[in-house]
């Protein structure tokens, strides 16, 4: 093996260990203060562990892998039951919102939804003020943002998003024209497009859940 080679190998492995932890990093500072920016995640991960070679920045999907493993790793007592109580919220919220066709979207349909994860969904409707009308008739005190998606690479739109708090946990609202139900935004954390749940994959979700729960018991019970 050449000089040059040798060198070029010593590099990419270099490479490859610093953008594992940035990842690992990353995902630490996701979970344990709340950030939910990937970009800005990696950027402060990156600061802290004073690498500065923006090549080791990971992609955000290596983030996400490990914030899977981190809480797998240091959170399996607490995540799951935190992740199945912003679910069980989730369903009753689509239940409420019925009429604007709602989906779900971000950690909680994901499964990596922690304690500062707020329960996003998408809701449909022509009339954006039809929303917020509706959540005014029922007593619930909403703050009220915008956000901006990318509908492609070369198109981003700003969509009002209804903000609210309800047994403690928060509750984020986009509201989108009724045909961009034919096709989601991209994600922020790749460039395919959002993954969307409807009420019941939520509800097949939670299902699963206490199969695994039971199963879980089952097994401790039989040791």
Known sequence: MSRG???????HDRLQRNRLCIAQEAARLMSEHGIRDFHHAKLKAAERLGITDTQALPRNQEIERALREHQRLFLADSQPQLLRRRREAAA????????FEPRLVGAVLEGTADAHSAVCLHLFSDDPDAVSLYLSEHGVPIEVQTRRLRNSRDQQVDYPVLLFSADALSFDLTVLPHDALRQAPLDRSDERRMRRGTLTQVEILLAEDSHDVFE???SAALR
């Open 5 to 11: 080679e040798h060198h070029r190998i010593h590099a």
């Open 216 to 218: 879980e018991k089952l």
């Open 92 to 99: 009753d919220a689509m239940r409420f919102l019925a009429a």
